[in-house]
């Protein structure tokens, strides 16, 4: 069992820069694909990024690639995903999950996820 609690989400200027972090419980951090999703008003919950459970491969969605940085501290069992450049597209409830191991076929789709987090809320103003 893997509980998560995500935080850093606020509001903010288009432009501008929000670290979010996502704490894990459990012994077994180490042994999960930690991911990131976003879920705006009306739409899916959209694939943002994702880190193999040793930090080796990462994968991002196309909307945020190279203005997004996802991360994880092994010490404190953490997730992070380091925002810059926001637009107010980026506007939503932000998720964190985690997943037994790394599939690149599945590592994008929410419903391979086992454990998700209460989500934080992303605002971006004009």
């Known amino acids: 069992q893997v509980q998560l609690v995500e935080s850093g989400g606020e509001l903010v200027q288009t432009g501008g820069s929000l670290r979010l972090s996502c704490a894990a419980s459990?012994?077994?951090?180490?042994?999960?694909?930690m991911g990131w999703f976003r879920q705006a008003p009306g739409k899916e919950r959209e694939f943002v990024a994702a880190?193999?459970?040793?930090?080796?491969?990462?994968s991002y969605g196309d909307s945020v690639k190279g203005r997004f940085t996802i991360s994880r501290d092994y010490v404190k069992s953490t997730v992070y995903l380091q925002m810059n450049s926001l637009k107010p597209e980026d506007t939503a409830i932000y998720y964190c999950?985690?997943?037994?191991?790394?599939?690149?076929?599945?590592?994008?789709?929410?419903?391979?996820?086992?454990?998700w987090g209460q989500g934080t809320q992303v605002t971006v103003s004009l």
């Open positions: 880190i193999s459970p040793r930090g080796g491969v990462i």
């Open positions: 459990g012994r077994t951090f180490s042994t999960y694909a």
């Open positions: 999950a985690a997943r037994p191991g790394f599939r690149v076929a599945v590592i994008r789709a929410p419903g391979s996820y086992d454990y």
